[in-house]
C-alpha cells in the first residue's frame, strides 16, 4: 500500500492564480482531512470529509474548496492565490471517527504564493 | 487562542538519557491526545495515544503521561536514540461536527547528541 499520496510536493504560485492539491489514499478510510502547517505553528484544519460526497469546514477554511467524489481522492482546490497561502498543506485520512482518531499523514505539498 | 500548547519548541538531550516532552491544553472537550513524531519533508507519524480516562500509556520506550486536573501531558522517551530527533506534535481530539478532530499543539523540536 502506498498510504496517503499528495501531488505536487512542491509549487510556486502567482497572486490570483488557482490549482488543485491532490490527494488520494488507498487503505479504503472514510474519513479524509486537509491541514495547513505554517513555520512555527501546529497543523490547522481546513476541511474534512467523512465519505464520499460529504465535506465539511474545519477551523479555516476561507479561500479553500474541497470535493470528495470517491473514497479514495480528496483534493482541495485554491481559487485565487493570496500570500497568506503560503504554507505546507497536509492531506490525512482515517479509518474510524471513533475514540482514536488516529490518522495517516501524507507527506505534504509545500506552497509559495508570490 | 491556543487550545493546545507547547511552550517548549525545542529540547536537546544526550543519548541514553531521558526526553521529556510537555504539552497543555485549556479545552475540557478533549477526550483523548495523541502524539505524533514528524522528520523532515514527510507528514506527520502516529506514535502514542491516551484516552481521558486513563493517566498512563506504555508502549516500548514511549510513556503518555496525562494530569486531567492540571490539564497537562507528557510525553517520555527512554532511552532516547539519535533516530529519536526530530519534531514532536501533541494533538487533542473532540467531537465537533460530524467527525472527531485534532487540535495541535506548535511542536517541539527534539535533538538527541550521541
Known amino acids: 500500500n502506498a498510504g496517503v499520496t499528495q501531488t505536487p510536493k512542491f509549487r510556486i504560485l502567482k497572486i490570483g492564480q488557482s490549482m488543485t492539491l491532490q490527494c488520494t489514499q488507498d487503505m479504503n478510510h472514510n474519513y479524509m482531512y486537509w491541514y495547513r502547517q505554517d513555520p512555527g505553528m501546529g497543523l490547522k484544519l481546513i476541511y474534512y470529509?467523512?465519505?464520499?460526497?460529504?465535506?465539511d469546514k474545519g477551523e479555516v477554511p476561507n479561500g479553500y474548496n474541497v470535493s470528495r467524489s470517491t473514497t479514495e481522492d480528496f483534493p482541495l482546490r485554491l481559487e485565487l492565490a493570496a500570500p497568506s497561502q503560503t504554507s505546507v498543506y497536509f492531506c490525512?485520512?482515517?479509518?474510524?471517527?471513533?475514540?482514536?482518531?488516529?490518522?495517516?499523514f501524507g507527506p505534504g505539498t509545500r506552497l509559495t504564493v508570490l | 487562542d491556543q487550545q493546545v500548547k507547547q511552550n517548549s519548541p525545542s529540547l536537546s538531550v544526550q543519548e541514553g538519557r531521558i526526553s521529556i516532552l510537555n504539552c497543555d491544553y485549556t479545552n475540557s472537550m478533549f477526550d483523548y491526545f495523541l502524539w505524533y513524531k514528524k522528520y523532515p519533508a514527510e507528514g506527520p507519524t502516529f506514535l502514542i495515544s491516551i484516552s481521558s480516562i486513563k493517566d498512563k500509556n506504555e508502549d516500548g520506550r514511549f510513556t503518555v503521561f496525562l494530569n486531567k486536573s492540571a490539564k497537562h501531558l507528557s510525553l517520555h522517551i527512554v532511552p532516547s536514540q539519535p533516530g529519536d530527533s526530530a519534531v514532536y506534535f501533541c494533538?487533542?481530539?473532540?467531537?465537533?461536527?460530524?467527525?472527531?478532530?485534532?487540535?495541535f499543539g506548535s511542536g517541539t523540536q527534539l535533538t538527541v547528541l550521541p
Open positions: 494533538a487533542a481530539s473532540e467531537l465537533r461536527g460530524s467527525a472527531r478532530q485534532l487540535t
Open positions: 470529509s467523512v465519505g464520499a460526497g460529504i465535506t
Open positions: 490525512a485520512s482515517s479509518p474510524l471517527a471513533g475514540v482514536y482518531n488516529e490518522q495517516f
